[in-house]
């Protein structure tokens, strides 16, 4: 039910929070309508009045879908960040090194941020986290990992108390709805690409999406927030969807699995591996249900056992949604008085996982002579390089070769390549046609 209005007289008293957007594109416009149309709701759960004071674009004369007084915008960032009225910034304007320089400027003058950006927080999230503290500024980023799921917050508040073992992410919608098409539909790759952009999912230029980019940078985040331990863009492992063959995604259907392109942060004996790589997820996993434009995040604690994080990852009230709550605390720590204090710098040592102990089952399609003894080849040079074969089946190809899809045990990324690197040279030789990593059981 509805809680009563605040009458004028409690209305006045509130303090008054003014904000400066930086950007008022898709999240910046939601951003905006979720100010104006929960305000009420905003005043209870705060104990503020909250309203947007400056709004910095590109084109303040371009048509926009929802209605703003011409006065509020700018496009001088200095009257935003120089503004001694202005209590936060909410920066949703996108790119790096303008909105790093806005953002530093902003927390100099002591000013608290939110913003959205993946690509910021992914490369300079640490330096920009410890002016904050030094600031004693809130700087908070939910929407920068999986739009209006609060996973971050799940992280560095639901399981503060627990030890996260294993993160696996589905955090790129455009490359998930296209990943589904071509898994349900038997649509090929670019048919599904042409597709996504022209019902906006993806740009003109795709290569962030589909190589795996945008995904890799929440991975990053991810792992800093979850393990307590800086790690760089450049510690991600990173491979996109785009060579995927739709007779992948098939056959592996047809040994019980879903390929999706996952983002996966694992921690075993403190050691970490953080890659973005298409993966087959056994279809019994909850994360093999996830289709279309949807993210997930699958979270493994040490004591809670397994949970999962499901909903949008994009959109403008989606993302707007999770601005706002972030906003709504800031709000909150300026009238606790506590802004700045709740930052907890990494403080694990850094440990890669070196390829000897990444352990992974695998998806093998091979393409050989159809000949007498050719199985025996492939058999022997699996076991000289300790990998042995939980599942395989043999199809036709052409009239002198045939294909042989195998589903590995476990077995190290070090053995694997050093397979991959043998087996032009044998003979029979034997041609690889793709390799994939299997999650969620064999
Ligand atoms: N879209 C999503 O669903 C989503 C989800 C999660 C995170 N994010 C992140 O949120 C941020 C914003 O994304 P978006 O999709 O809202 O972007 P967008 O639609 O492209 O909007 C960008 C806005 O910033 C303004 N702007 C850009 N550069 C500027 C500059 N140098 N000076 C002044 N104004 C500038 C633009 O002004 P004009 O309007 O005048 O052109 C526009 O209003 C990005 O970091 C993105 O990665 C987006």
Known sequence: ??????NQNEQSELQHIRIGLLGLGTVGTGVYRMIEDYQEDLQHKTGCQISISKILVNSPNKLRSIEINPDLYTTDPNEVLQD?????IVEVMGGVEEAREYITQALNSKKHVVTANKDLIALHGGELLSLAGEQNCDLFYEASVAGGIPILRGLGDGFSSDRITKMLGILNGTTNYMLSKMAQEGVDYD??????QDLGYAEADPTSDVEGLDAARKVAILGTLGYNTEFSLDEVDVQGISSIDQKDVQYGREFGYE????????????EVELSVQPTFIKKSHPLANVDGVNNAVYVHGESVGETMFYGPGAGELPTATAVTSDLVTVV????????????????NVKKMKPK???????????????EPGVMATIANSLAENNMSISNMVQKPYSEEKAEVVIVTHEVSLLALEDWKGKIESLNPTLELASCYAVEGGE
Request: glycine share 6%; with cysteine.
């Open 191 to 196: 048919t599904c690409l042409k597709e996504a």
């Open 84 to 88: 001694p009225n202005i209590d936060m």
């Open 332 to 347: 909150k720590n300026i009238k606790l008085g506590v802004n700045g204090k709740g930052n907890v710098a990494p403080f």
């Open 356 to 370: 000897e102990r990444r352990k992974h089952s695998y998806y093998v399609r091979l393409l050989v002579q159809d």
């Open 1 to 6: 039910m509805k809680q009563q209005a605040l």
């Open 259 to 270: 390929l999706k392109l996952l983002g996966i942060a694992d921690k075993q004996n403190e």
